[in-house]
C-alpha cells in the first residue's frame, strides 16, 4: 500500500522547491494534498499537473486568517487533516547584525518563525480533537549551527527546532506527532538566488553545493521530499520531537578528520603512547 493512501496534506510553499518536491512525492504515495502559496500561477501550474487529488489554496503565511483557510479548505474538499508541512521560507534579512533593521528583523521572523508556530497551531486545531496527524516543519543546518546562514533566518530556524520540541510535548498525549527537517544548501530558487545572485541557475547551483559537500553531491528538493515523507507517514509513528538533519554531515563538524588517518592506537597520558 501505498505510503500516504488515505490521507490528506496541506503544504505551505509548495509552488516550489522542496515543496514542490514534497507535494510530488505525497501524490506519488497517494495522498490528496492542498499546495499553499503566495505565488499562483505556479502553485495552480503544479496543481493541475499533479491532478485531481491536488488544490491550490493562495496563502501568505505571515497572515493568520490565510493559515486558518488553507486548513479549512483541506478539511471542507477532503474530510480531514492528516499532514502539515510548514515548509514556506525565504533567506530574509541579510548582512550584518549591526546594519540589521527591526522591520527586516520582523518581516523575516514573520515568515519563518510566526508562520510555522501558526501552523503548527491552525494544524493541531482540527488535528487534535481527531486525535490523529502529523506535522513537519523546515528547519535548515543553520538552525543547528551559527555561521551557516544569516543571523536572523538562523534564530528562526533554531526557533524551528525549539517549537517542533516544544509543540510535540503538548500534542503527543493528544496523538499528534510534531517533527521537522533540517536541510543543508539543497537546489532551489533560495539557494539559487544566493549561490549565483538568480533564482533560476539550477544547474550552477547543484555544481556549487556540490563541490563543498562532503558527499560530493548536492541534495535535490527530492531528497529532502523523502525526509518529509518519512516523518509525514505512519513509518515514523513513535518518533516526535525530532529534527532529522539532512545535510551530508555538515553539522556533525568538521570532515574529514586528522583523527580519522592517525595510525591506531591508545593515547591516555600527555605524551604516551601505548
Ligand atoms: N534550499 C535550501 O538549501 C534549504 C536548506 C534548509 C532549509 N530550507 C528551507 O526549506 C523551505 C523551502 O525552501 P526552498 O529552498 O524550497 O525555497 P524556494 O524559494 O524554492 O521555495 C519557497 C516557497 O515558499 C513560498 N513563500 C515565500 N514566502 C511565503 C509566504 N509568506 N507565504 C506562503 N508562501 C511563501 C515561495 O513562494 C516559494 O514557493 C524554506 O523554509 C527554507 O528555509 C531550504
Redesign the pocket.
Known amino acids: 500500500m501505498a505510503r500516504l493512501e488515505g490521507k490528506t496534506a496541506l503544504i505551505?510553499?509548495a509552488?516550489?522547491?522542496?515543496?514542490a518536491g514534497a507535494a510530488r512525492r505525497f501524490v506519488e504515495e497517494g495522498a490528496n494534498v492542498v499546495l499553499?502559496?503566495?505565488?499562483e500561477d505556479p502553485g495552480r501550474a503544479l496543481a493541475a499537473e499533479l491532478g485531481g487529488a491536488t488544490r491550490y489554496a493562495r496563502?501568505?503565511?505571515?497572515a493568520e486568517s490565510d493559515i486558518a483557510a488553507a486548513v479549512d479548505l483541506a478539511v471542507a474538499q477532503f474530510g480531514k487533516l492528516d499532514v502539515m508541512v510548514n515548509?514556506?521560507?525565504?533567506l530574509g534579512a541579510v548582512g550584518s547584525i549591526v546594519d540589521t533593521t527591526a522591520e527586516a528583523f520582523d518581516r523575516t521572523m514573520a515568515?519563518?518563525a510566526r508562520?510555522v508556530f501558526l501552523g503548527i497551531k491552525h494544524a493541531g486545531r482540527v488535528m487534535v480533537p481527531r486525535k490523529s496527524g502529523s506535522i513537519v516543519s523546515?528547519a535548515?543546518?543553520?538552525g543547528m549551527i551559527g555561521g551557516d546562514g544569516p543571523h536572523v533566518y538562523t534564530m528562526a530556524k533554531h526557533g524551528v527546532v525549539g517549537i517542533t520540541k516544544s509543540a510535540a510535548s503538548e500534542f503527543s498525549a493528544q496523538g499528534v506527532r510534531v517533527n521537522a527537517v533540517a536541510?543543508?544548501?539543497?537546489v532551489?530558487?533560495?539557494?539559487s538566488m544566493v549561490v549565483t545572485g538568480t533564482p533560476d541557475s539550477f544547474e550552477a547551483t547543484e555544481n556549487a553545493l556540490a563541490a563543498s559537500s562532503s558527499l560530493g553531491f548536492a541534495p535535490l528538493?527530492a531528497d529532502i521530499a523523502n525526509a518529509i515523507l518519512f516523518l509525514a507517514c505512519d513509518e515514523s509513528r513513535y518518533v516526535t520531537g525530532h529534527t532529522l538533519v539532512v545535510d551530508a554531515g555538515l553539522t556533525t563538524g568538521k570532515a574529514p578528520s586528522y583523527f580519522h588517518t592517525i595510525e591506531a592506537g591508545l593515547v591516555f597520558e600527555a605524551g604516551r603512547r601505548e
Open positions: 505551505t510553499g509552488a516550489s522547491g522542496i515543496g499553499a502559496d503566495i505565488q496563502c501568505d503565511v505571515t515548509n514556506a521560507g525565504v515568515i519563518l508562520g523546515l535548515s543546518s543553520s536541510p543543508s544548501g539543497t532551489s530558487a533560495l539557494t528538493p
